[in-house]
């Protein structure tokens, strides 16, 4: 299970450095536009260095559909939907409903995949996803005017989320390479979001500042290292292991914020919820 664990407190790390740098290059970048960036740059990236990375990796062709079905939803309409939430609902909300994946990614192992789920993961399980949502939660004047329906948006993205480590794992037991299966779906998702730029402003190269630009490629990168990592934990290891070490992406975020952005002030909720993220996550691995 080590390669598992590692793999899966990296996601974590590289998701929640992504969260930052993301507030970077909204100053000067519409959020869809971002996607149009972020997504094709690490699409670029893994293309350029697929003769080292897949040299090697044999190709199952059975399992090129399975992985380009993903990238149609993954990290495509995901990244669209996060933007929507956070434009509709404010980055509170969104990032509050948004720890709940674990719960649905969990559930979703045990009824498809048969996953055993031990009393001690369970307690860890939501104790950690208990703390991730008290470290971002804030005081409901923050929350700003919204209507309920849009509490879709984060709710869908948080069943999205949850949803596609037990696909990406029936992919992986018909072609076992999470290179070739995060490949093939960022190539895909790069389509889809050049497609609703494409539609939208008329044209596939995003008009933005360069610095703007700079930050979306960066975190592009970011995410798209969190989901290879994800793969292969997934990979390696069971999705009730992997999906609660994940949902702790929320430290990475407060700490990088507190350092860079300097907008979070470590209060005692902040620690009270670190605590109990690391104690769920404790009895997550001890379970």
């Known amino acids: 299970m080590t390669p598992a664990i590692l793999f899966a407190f990296a996601s974590a790390a590289c998701l929640g ?54 990238g149609l939803v993954f990290p495509a309409l995901l990244t669209l939907m996060t ?33 055993p789920l031990r009393g001690l993961q369970l307690a860890g399980l939501v104790i950690a996803v ?5 470290i971002t939660v804030t005081r409901p004047r923050d929350f700003g005017s919204w209507r309920t329906w849009a509490l879709l948006l984060p709710l869908g993205g948080a069943v999205l989320r949850g949803v596609i480590p037990p696909v990406v794992k029936l992919g992986l037991e018909v072609w076992p390479s999470p290179l070739w299966a995060c490949l093939i779906g960022y190539v895909m998702s790069s389509l889809v979001v050049l497609i609703v730029q494409r539609v939208r402003r008329g044209s596939f190269v995003v008009a933005a500042p360069w610095s703007g630009r700079l ?39 407060v700490l990088l914020s507190a350092i860079l952005l300097r907008q979070v002030l470590i209060t ?18 001890i379970g």
């Open 83 to 115: 933007f929507a939430s956070n434009r509709a609902l404010g980055p509170v909300v969104t990032s509050t409903l948004g720890n709940l994946a674990p719960l649905f990614a969990v559930a979703l192992a045990i009824m498809v995949l048969q996953e």
């Open 17 to 70: 450095a992504g969260v930052v740098t993301t507030q970077f290059g909204l100053r000067s970048v519409e959020p869809i536009s971002g996607a149009a960036i972020s997504v094709p740059a690490f699409t670029l990236l893994f293309l350029l260095l697929s003769p080292l990375l897949l040299y090697g990796e044999p190709v199952v062709w059975r399992g090129v559909p399975i992985f380009a079905a993903i």
């Open 215 to 253: 930050w979306f490629a960066v975190t592009g990168i970011l995410n798209g290292l969190s989901a290879l990592t994800l793969f292969a934990a997934v990979r390696h290891g069971p999705i009730t292991l992997v999906a609660p070490l994940v949902a702790v992406y929320p430290l990475v975020t």
């Open 130 to 134: 208990s703390g991730a949502v008290i």
């Open 268 to 285: 005692g909720r902040i620690l009270a919820g670190t605590a109990l993220t690391v104690a769920g996550v404790a009895l997550v691995l």
